[in-house]
């Protein structure tokens, strides 16, 4: 059984950082594409990064880009997302996530077929 831990979620002030972790567990990951979503109150969970695997190709939503670094250590099967000059509008539920299957884009959640439980962000203006 497949499961995901985010964890460094808080509360921080407009320009300050945060870094996020997600500890998988239940099988090898480090050949499987993993992403972050994030998903804010009365809004559709949206893409923030993925990674495909350590040191290979990395992707980010607009928003985040220049800001935001994902990186995967696959001996400790984590993924981490570095989130610096945060922003009021970063506020959000953030999800990491796993795809085993894939097919589709992987900027969205339906090519992910694991999911953690969501860590808050909370930027103060």
């Known amino acids: 059984q497949v499961q995901l831990v985010e964890s460094g979620g808080g509360l921080v002030q407009a320009g300050g950082s945060l870094r996020l972790s997600c500890a998988a567990s239940g099988r090898t990951f480090s050949n499987y594409p993993m992403g972050w979503f994030r998903q804010a109150p009365g809004k559709e969970r949206e893409f923030v990064a993925a990674i495909r695997w350590s040191g290979g190709p990395t992707y980010y939503a607009d928003s985040v880009k220049g800001r935001f670094t994902i990186s995967r250590d696959n001996a400790k099967s984590t993924v981490n997302l570095q989130m610096n000059s945060l922003k009021p509008e970063d506020t959000a539920v953030y999800y990491c996530?796993?795809?085993?299957?894939?097919?589709?884009?992987?900027?969205?959640?339906?090519?992910?077929?694991?999911w953690g439980q969501g860590t808050q962000v909370t930027v103060s203006s």
């Open positions: 996530a796993l795809a085993t299957r894939g097919g589709g884009l992987l900027t969205t959640p339906n090519y992910y077929d694991y």
